[in-house]
């Protein structure tokens, strides 16, 4: 017959496991001290690099993304707040808040014309024209982190991925997957037609019909009657330019 473990066997054994535990809170411990002490050594690094670079820093956009990303990584965000070390140094919290502002501007006065719904690149190429006579370039890297801080405002500012673009979404309109769809056909040409979403993605008309009249409603198209071949074009200024595209003979909302 088997023995069994006696107490003494019993005590040992617990004795063992609380050592293995002391020992691997221990190791635990001293992985942490030694990960903060490296993370406090590179943030000095990296204040001192700001120091050394911060005018390209303010200058560069390529160099100021770069910078960024630096940051992220060891957790240190120069956009949290407008004041402080950061704030001080580089000014950039401030270079921030005045794009948000101008964002803001250029969203709310293309909306009539886009439904809110504005092109990334179209909305960066606005807003180096508003600013030709500030001193610092302006990058798409840099419209993305001022629109990430306007999200507080609980406006609906939101980038969304269509097909290969990004678009700029400045109203609460929910759009759902036949919507995006659209919009990425509409990418080709800036305009579908109900035949060609039939034959693009398969659909009935009745689908494409009631997919049009939500994004007609919602201000994010517009229809173009006047073409000799009758059939109706649904235009959308968020992926094309309309007033320079060929055959343009006139909209209704």
């Keep these: 017959m088997r023995r069994r473990p006696g107490i003494a066997g019993l005590q040992s054994a617990a004795a063992s496991r609380e050592q293995y535990r002391q020992v691997g809170e221990n190791v635990a411990r001293i992985r942490t001290d030694l990960m903060k002490e490296q993370l406090t050594t590179f943030r000095s690094q990296l204040e001192e690099f700001a120091r050394k670079h911060k005018n390209d820093i303010r200058k560069n956009p390529v160099f ?41 501007d250029i969203c709310l006065s293309t909306r009539s014309h886009n439904g809110g719904l504005i092109n990334l690149q179209e909305l960066c190429d606005l807003l180096c024209q508003r600013r030709k006579g500030a001193r610092e370039s302006v990058s798409e890297d840099d419209c993305l982190r001022a629109i990430s801080k306007l999200k507080v405002l609980g406006s609906g500012f939101e980038v969304i991925s269509v097909g290969k673009k990004k678009l700029v979404r400045s ?83």
Aim: aromatic share 12%; hydrophobic share 40%; with cysteine.
């Design 171 to 253: 109203v609460p309109t929910e759009l759902n997957k036949d919507h995006n769809e659209i919009l990425e056909v509409a990418q080709a040409h800036g305009y579908v037609t109900i035949e060609e979403l039939e034959k693009r993605l398969s659909w009935s008309s009745g689908r494409a019909i009631d997919a049009l009249e939500t994004l007609l409603k919602e201000g994010l198209a517009m229809i173009d009657d006047g073409h000799k071949d009758g059939k109706r074009r649904y235009w959308f200024p968020c992926v094309a330019s309309i007033f320079s595209a060929s055959g343009f003979d006139g909209f209704k909302p």
């Design 64 to 104: 100021r993304s770069q910078f960024h990303e630096m940051c992220s990584k060891v957790g240190v965000d120069p956009l949290a707040s407008n004041k402080g070390f950061w704030a001080e140094l580089l000014g950039i919290g401030d270079f921030y808040y005045e794009l948000g502002v101008q964002i803001v």
